[in-house]
């Protein structure tokens, strides 16, 4: 190689790192209008948990329409989301976050499907001093000094595990396995279920653990439902449990399935991705959105959803949405610090029950006491922002469709 | 906007670091490690287990010392293999590591993690300029890092590390021991990549496993081919290029109103897919290929035309 062809090697070297960074350097324009408030949303769109991330942006982007539409919060100022794909990682959540909070200069990061996310963007949006809103379950997020900051529109790991030996128990399923995922999420129902079990006159016969993102499954449910227990309490997320459902009907199992939401529903994903003779009789607990009330009935139909659909995860997002909106309103203020404060005050009893953001939000400025209700839950919230009264919907799935059996307290 | 940059330029560092040590072991020395993400996770869980313990500096220098040690065994057991078995073993090593991460839960925390990890220096430097000194600190590591592995790529052991990865039947002909270079290549890249995983701790103050999964390899690998085997400086620049797409993709959905979110998310990584065959097509050899010494070089008087 010569000199000369050094020369421009250099040059194309400059320009090569030029081109590389003009991308980060050129700060793109943004429509941001005169009082927009920016608020902020990380949900997974690729990845593991890609398929829950469309629905809750579905639900977020309408809640967002109706509260501009009808003369958005503050006295006409509009909410502007910016929603962030999270791709199922822990470090993508981070950049996200960090471009929302820096770039966007959001109030607040909602959104956060899976525990890990939530942990890892925790400390960025507290150092920002602004608010962290999450659906995801593990109990650490809540944990440890939040400034008052975090608020979970979720129910917590350790309130699952309970409630799957309550759904065990009622089905008179008295020798049961475990067949979970090693996941945040999954680790802390394990020792609650196990409890509640005990409690209840029941034993564990074997607990098996899996890794995600497993090619297959087989050697585990055949560990799982060998043993021939009444029942298989299967603590999954979607594409897992897809592949165990499918493995335990090929294996002629007769061990009835009861499963987490998370997989076998999945906002409906579940019924659709297997045929009808490996969903029958599954039966699958999770969180239950307020499904009587007109808000959530209205919410469905938005939603473009059949009546009766449980969305568990986009009810969470339009609620997050919702709460911050009506706090602002009730604070007066755009301030995360300020109007954080007024959360419990629109969302928890005392005052008056309403379910419609549009009226709540003309009765939060005509300086009525509210009692929000959400579509995704009541929406009341104790002291570390966990939500309370969490009831969950136990169903089945029958030719296809999910039957709802009872609610669990 | 200038903490979400600073923010970019460690995770560039943390790429290029990785992206450094691969070079080494796959540029320089033709091994090939697609168990790169083992190694970094090595890495990051050392610093994060070690670091209240003996302090930031001693715990990145742990987290080198063990992704080396990691290297040099699994350097052994590869005693017989070259090229194609090779990269099937050190597949097999990255999904080994992040399993033992995964259910090792008395020691790493499994599927929670290790949260709260302290950063360096940050008793002394106050919360507000963190964003800054971070950035500098990663980047003085990277060029820490390049200077060193520059050194080595041009000493001795450099060129007997390319003669080996050109033709080790020649190399061992000439009495030079193939093995013992390939280990030290090994080793070298290895603690390279621990040291990238100490960062990335650090940076995230929060690790789990699911962090460590193999797209970190992938991106380690196009950053090599896109800069040009075995070439540091093409590799810096293929890094940065990588992650800055990565990165700059981001904002086509708050400015464009063609594509929506969910379309986007799908498509960002697809494009810088595209990017990348494309840029194989056109410039096969990377954007900077390695350095090639010619005997005009050392005689510039010579006969030779190139």
Not at chain 1, 57 to 67: E, H, P, Q, R, Y
Not at chain 1, 117 to 126: G, M, Q, V, W
Not at chain 2, 94 to 117: F, H, P, Q, R, S
Not at chain 2, 193 to 212: C, E, K, N, V, W
Request: glycine share 10%; with cysteine.
């Amino acid at each position: 190689m010569t000199k000369s062809d050094w020369m421009l090697n250099r040059r194309q070297l400059v320009g090569m790192m030029g081109v590389s960074l003009a991308g980060l350097a050129v700060r793109p324009g943004f429509a941001l209008g005169a009082g927009e408030i920016p608020i902020g949303m990380v949900l997974p769109f690729t990845g593991a948990t890609g398929p829950y991330g469309p629905d809750m942006k579905k639900a977020a982007d309408l809640v967002v329409k109706t509260i501009n539409d009808a003369s958005g919060v503050l006295g006409g100022r509009k909410l502007q989301l910016y929603i962030e794909d999270s791709e199922t990682s822990a470090t993508t959540s981070v950049t996200a976050t960090r471009k929302l909070l820096d770039v966007n200069k959001v109030e607040v990061v909602g959104g956060f499907w899976g525990s890990p996310e939530a942990l890892a963007a925790k400390p960025l949006i507290l150092a920002a001093s602004k608010v962290q809103m999450v659906s995801a379950s593990a109990d650490g997020i809540t944990d440890g000094d939040n400034k008052g900051l975090v608020y979970r529109f979720q129910a917590k790991s350790s309130q699952w595990g309970p409630a799957g030996a309550k759904v065990m128990t009622s089905l008179n399923l008295k020798k049961v396995a475990i067949l979970a995922q090693q996941n945040p999420f999954v680790v802390a129902m394990i020792e609650p279920f196990k409890q509640e079990m005990t409690k209840r006159g029941g034993t564990v016969v074997e607990v098996v653990m899996y890794n995600p993102n497993q090619a297959s499954y087989r050697a585990e449910v055949e560990k799982a439902f060998g043993s021939e227990p009444d029942g298989v309490f299967c603590a999954s997320l979607l594409t897992d449990f897809v592949a165990i459902a499918k493995e335990a009907y090929r294996g002629g199992f007769r061990s009835k399935i009861v499963a987490l939401g998370t997989g076998a529903d999945a906002d409906g994903a579940f019924i659709k991705s297997v045929p009808n003779e490996v969903s029958e009789g599954i039966h699958h607990l999770q969180p239950g959105p307020p499904l009587e009330s007109a808000a959530y009935k209205k919410f469905v139909k938005e939603m473009g959803a059949p009546d009766g659909t449980v969305f568990l995860f986009a009810g969470n997002t339009h609620d997050q949405i919702c709460v911050t909106a009506l706090a602002m309103e009730h604070a007066k203020s755009t301030e995360a610090a300020v109007w954080v404060k007024s959360i419990r005050e629109v969302c928890n009893p005392p005052g008056e029950n309403v379910d419609d953001i549009v009226r709540a939000l003309e009765m939060v400025r005509a300086g009525k006491k509210i009692n929000f209700v959400g579509a995704g839950a009541t929406v009341d919230f104790n002291d570390r922002g966990d939500q309370l009264n969490r009831s969950f919907v136990h169903q089945v799935i029958r030719s296809g469709k999910n039957q709802i059996v009872e609610i669990v307290a | 906007m200038m903490i979400y940059l600073s923010t970019v330029i460690v995770l560039v560092s943390v790429a290029a670091l990785v992206g450094l040590g691969l070079n080494f072991q796959w540029g320089v020395a033709g091994l090939v490690n697609f168990g790169v993400v083992g190694f970094v996770a090595l890495g990051a869980y050392t610093a994060a287990l070690s670091v209240s313990h003996v302090g930031w500096l001693s715990a990145m220098v742990l987290a080198a010392a063990v992704s080396a040690a990691a290297s040099t065994i699994l350097a052994f057991l590869s005693i017989r293999l070259a090229d194609d078995y090779l990269a099937i073993v050190t597949i097999g090593f990255g999904e080994v590591i992040n399993i033992l991460l995964l259910n090792e839960d008395w020691l790493t925390g499994g599927a929670l993690g290790i949260a709260n990890i302290p950063r360096p220096l940050s008793s002394i430097i106050p919360a507000a300029q963190y964003d800054t000194i971070l950035p500098l600190l990663a980047m003085l590591l990277v060029a820490l890092t390049f200077a060193a592995l520059e050194t080595l790529v041009q000493s001795p052991l450099g060129r007997a590390l390319r003669a080996v990865r050109d033709d080790p039947t020649v190399v061992s002909a000439l009495g030079k021991p193939v093995l013992v270079l390939r280990i030290k290549a090994f080793a070298v890249g290895g603690a390279v990549m621990g040291i990238a995983g100490s960062l990335h701790a650090f940076y995230l103050t929060y690790i789990d496993p699911g962090q460590f999964t193999s797209i970190i390899t992938a991106y380690a690998f196009m950053a090599v081919i896109l800069g040009g085997r075995g070439s540091n400086l093409g590799l810096l620049i293929g890094a940065c290029t990588i992650m800055s797409l990565i990165e700059a993709t981001r904002f086509l959905k708050d400015t464009l109103s063609i594509v929506d979110g969910v379309q986007l998310a799908a498509l960002r990584l697809g494009l810088v897919g595209l990017g990348i065959i494309l840029l194989l097509l056109l410039r096969p050899q990377g954007l900077l290929a390695e350095p090639h010494k010619r005997i005009r070089d050392f005689f510039p008087d010579s006969e030779e035309t190139h």
